[in-house]
């Protein structure tokens, strides 16, 4: 399988890309908007032909790629089912593998941070999402998120796959770029070791976290797949506006 993870500045984002090197067809987790024509040109360098954009969640800090992709290249939107957009091609179900060519992704359903949460796992791979972060995790506090279900979903579904399996999450602020569930599982300083679920519904009500500032605009247009919005306040303009050049891995 081919793959890349590229780094989104902004909003800290990680993309990944995987590739069937048969095929030539690709799919993006969690495609940026501001973050296309890097994305673009590291399907050209690669050779490969965007198959899907696949979502982990709606997310409240960025807009996706998806829509935007989906006019230049032809590519599929795939997202959780249950949050039920009208504009996904494919609705990922929780245990139903999602096969691209000779990539087959596990989809693994970790609500917690939003209702509808997915983490993919891919091989010895899984792409984490906003659930389990290096030594962190997602906020709970917007989005139907709760603590408890956060709590179960890495302990019980993401805790329980193998040591070695290597962690990708879809932010990191200190560009950390990998973990695995054996590091997380024991040091993860939120959710790993002995952390009770009460220790950590306390810990998370006690973060008091600032409202996030592009949430506003992000939810509406993420709910169409990534329209970016009118009228987006001058500090915020950023987002929707695209990247010349980007550091990439
Ligand atoms: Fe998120």
Redesign the pocket.
């Known amino acids: 399988m081919l793959f890349r993870q590229l780094y989104e500045p902004l909003s800290s984002t990680y993309t990944y890309l995987l590739g069937c090197e048969q095929t030539g067809q690709a799919v993006l987790i969690d495609a940026v908007v501001n973050a296309i024509e890097r994305d673009l040109r590291v399907l050209k360098d690669l050779g490969l032909k965007l198959a899907y954009t696949l979502e982990?969640?709606?997310?409240?800090?960025h807009i996706t790629a998806a829509r935007h992709l989906k006019e230049r290249t032809g590519s599929r939107i795939a997202a959780p089912a249950m949050d039920r957009l009208p504009c996904t091609d494919h609705g990922i179900l929780d245990g139903v593998p999602f096969e691209m060519a000779s990539v087959r992704i596990e989809p693994i359903h970790t609500p917690g941070?939003?209702d509808g949460?997915f983490a993919y796992r891919a091989g010895d791979r899984v792409f984490t999402?906003?659930a389990l972060l290096i030594d962190g995790c997602?906020?709970t506090d917007f989005?139907n998120g709760d603590a408890v279900a956060l709590y179960r979903s890495v302990r019980e579904r993401l805790f329980g796959l193998p040591d070695d399996t290597l962690v990708y999450p879809?932010?990191d602020y200190q560009q950390r770029r990998v973990s695995s569930i054996g590091q997380e599982r024991a040091r993860n300083p939120r959710l790993g070791g002995e952390r009770t679920e009460q220790e950590f519904v306390k810990l998370m009500a006690d973060l008091n976290l600032p409202y996030p500032k592009f949430i506003d605009y992000a939810l509406p247009g993420n709910r169409e797949c990534g329209l970016c919005p009118e009228g987006l306040p001058e500090n915020l303009k950023a987002h929707c506006e695209r990247m010349e050049q980007s550091p990439q891995g």
């Open positions: 982990t969640h709606i997310h409240a800090d941070h939003t949460h999402g906003d997602g906020r989005q879809a932010h």
